[in-house]
């Protein structure tokens, strides 16, 4: 199976590597911003990605979890831009679709967040919980 490439955004859909998922859309289902993959880079090594995934909790319901991972499971999708890779498992994969996946730096803090998700309706004032569209 072909990958799916995607010049204009400069990301590559790998799929998940043990398990040859791919991606059959003709979108990203998450766009790594220009400060998410420079933040990356300062911060991971060769062998580390990002994971991020959904859980349940905050204060509105959902919250995203960020963290750095050195392997992949056979339910993950792997998003790659400019050399860095972002795993997603298949569940969170599903809640996350058209989203982007920025760094943003604030004087208070600085963090990897998701914006743009058109699956959540509602979140709180900090950003880190949300409600999904019924």
């Not at 300062?42 to 959904?54: A, F």
């Amino acid at each position: 199976m072909a990958l799916r490439s995607f010049p204009l955004l400069r990301s590559t859909v790998v799929g998940a590597l043990r398990s040859r998922q791919f991606c059959s859309s003709t979108s990203p289902p998450l766009v790594l911003t220009d400060q998410c993959v420079t933040q990356l880079k300062k911060i991971s090594t060769d062998d580390e990605h990002l994971r991020v995934s959904v859980d349940g909790g905050g204060c509105s319901g959902w919250q995203y979890k960020f963290s750095l991972d050195k392997s992949v499971n056979e339910d993950d999708s792997v998003i790659e831009r400019d050399g860095v890779r972002v795993l997603i498992d298949q569940v969170s994969f599903d809640v996350l679709k058209g989203s982007k996946l920025d760094y943003q730096q604030e004087m208070i803090r600085s963090a990897f967040v998701i914006v743009d998700n058109p699956q959540a309706e509602l979140g709180c004032s900090c950003g880190v919980s949300f409600s999904l569209k019924v």
